[in-house]
Nanobody, 122 residues
Framework: QVQLVESGGGLVQAGGSLRLSCAASGRTFSSYAMGWFRQAPGKEREFVVVISPSGTITEYANSVKGRFTISRDNAKNTVYLQMNSLRPEDTAVYYC???????????????WGQGTQVTVSS
């Protein structure tokens, strides 16, 4: 497993941008598919985006497609989530997760960060 630490959350106005980072420990980061999930108050955790180990394949939830961009730097053991045109409904705790499989199913992710709060005001 890899250990994951997210950063970059905060409070932003609607229409604004934030960039989340997820730093991983361990030598095997480049073999993991990395995903971002989010959980809003009173709601279940939902898939946001996943990126393949090499970074060449990505898949986005329809709700964020065209606004969010995932990327990774395997040399730095870090995955990023650039969030643009933020909306109040994007407010949630955002979690970084790692999986040995390329998948959108959170049950397949064995490594999770502690989460970072993103709040979008209207």
């Amino acid at each position: 497993q890899v250990q994951l630490v997210e950063s970059g959350g905060g409070l932003v106005q609607a229409g604004g941008s934030l960039r989340l980072s997820c730093a991983a420990s361990g030598r095997t980061f480049s073999s993991y598919a990395m995903g971002w999930f989010r959980q809003a108050p009173g709601k279940e955790r939902e898939f946001v985006v996943v990126i393949s180990p090499s970074g060449t394949i990505t898949e986005y939830a329809n709700s964020v497609k065209g606004r969010f961009t995932i990327s990774r730097d395997n040399a730095k053991n870090t995955v990023y989530l650039q969030m643009n045109s933020l909306r109040p409904e994007d407010t949630a705790v955002y979690y970084c997760a790692g999986s040995r499989r390329y998948t959108t199913n959170d049950a397949d992710f064995g490594s999770w960060g502690q989460g970072t709060q993103v709040t979008v005001s209207s």
